[in-house]
């Protein structure tokens, strides 16, 4: 099994838990609670905002110019259309106000900066690679999503062979950089970490 499985299987439990979570099935149901939602995404913006400085780190320590490149085409696609959702999302459930970071969220924050501080591209990617295969899996639900552009543009953000190859990207680089000396553990911590703060984080949306 390569590195990337060992990782996801490891962690299989608290991912599972994350992926078929209450807030995942009221999103493919288009019914969870505005307040629930305005929250989520509220955090979610501070969130998204640490994520493409991650991306930057990306893009700075890549060991190749390829990987490099696919990741600055990725930071480009997160400045634009998703930011853009969360504008319109926003707005529409009248949650502009800025907010102050929840554990979860701040957890999250103190993650991504420590992986970014790092310098270290296996760290940087085990915490990209969680949060973009975690998104793609609960995404990757069969069934209509909802008509309502709020839930689906969110779910059509998550999915499809685009976005999926980018998955596929952030899990072969991951494989390809573990075995060099003291990557694995790191990663690995990264990794798991990652994977609580995705559960805490829609646990966190319903207060
Ligand atoms: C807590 C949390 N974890 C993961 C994502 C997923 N995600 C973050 S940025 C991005 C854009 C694609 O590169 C995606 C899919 C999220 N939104 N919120």
């Known amino acids: 099994m390569a590195f990337s499985d060992d990782l996801r299987a490891a962690t299989a439990t608290t991912w599972?838990?994350?992926?078929?979570?209450?807030?995942?099935?009221?999103?493919?149901?288009?019914?969870?609670?505005?307040?629930?939602?305005?929250?989520?995404?509220?955090?979610?913006?501070?969130?998204?905002?640490?994520?493409?400085?991650?991306?930057?780190?990306?893009?700075?320590?890549?060991?190749?110019?390829?990987?490099?490149m696919a990741v600055a085409r990725q930071l480009g696609l997160v400045a634009g259309d998703e930011d853009d959702y969360f504008h319109r999302a926003l707005s529409r459930l009248g949650a502009t106000a800025p907010v102050e970071p929840l554990p979860a969220t701040r957890?999250?924050?103190?993650?991504?900066?420590?992986?970014?501080?790092?310098?270290?591209?296996?760290?940087?990617?085990?915490?990209?690679?969680?949060?973009?295969?975690?998104?793609?899996?609960?995404?990757?639900?069969?069934?209509?999503?909802?008509?309502?552009?709020?839930?689906?543009?969110?779910?059509?953000?998550?999915?499809?062979?685009?976005f999926a190859a980018w998955v596929d990207l952030l899990r072969r680089e991951a494989d390809r950089v573990a075995p060099e000396p003291g990557a694995r553990d790191r990663m690995a911590a990264a990794f798991t970490r990652a994977v609580e703060l995705e559960l805490a984080f829609f646990d966190a949306a319903y207060g």
């Open 107 to 162: 957890g999250f924050l103190e993650l991504m900066d420590d992986a970014r501080r790092s310098a270290h591209y296996g760290e940087v990617l085990a915490v990209l690679l969680v949060a973009e295969w975690l998104y793609l899996d609960w995404a990757s639900r069969p069934g209509p999503a909802p008509e309502d552009p709020l839930y689906r543009d969110w779910i059509d953000l998550h999915r499809g062979p685009a």
């Open 16 to 68: 599972d838990a994350a992926v078929g979570h209450r807030f995942v099935d009221e999103l493919w149901a288009g019914t969870v609670d505005d307040a629930v939602l305005a929250q989520y995404l509220a955090q979610d913006a501070l969130f998204l905002d640490r994520f493409v400085a991650l991306l930057g780190a990306a893009v700075a320590h890549a060991d190749r110019p390829s990987p490099r």
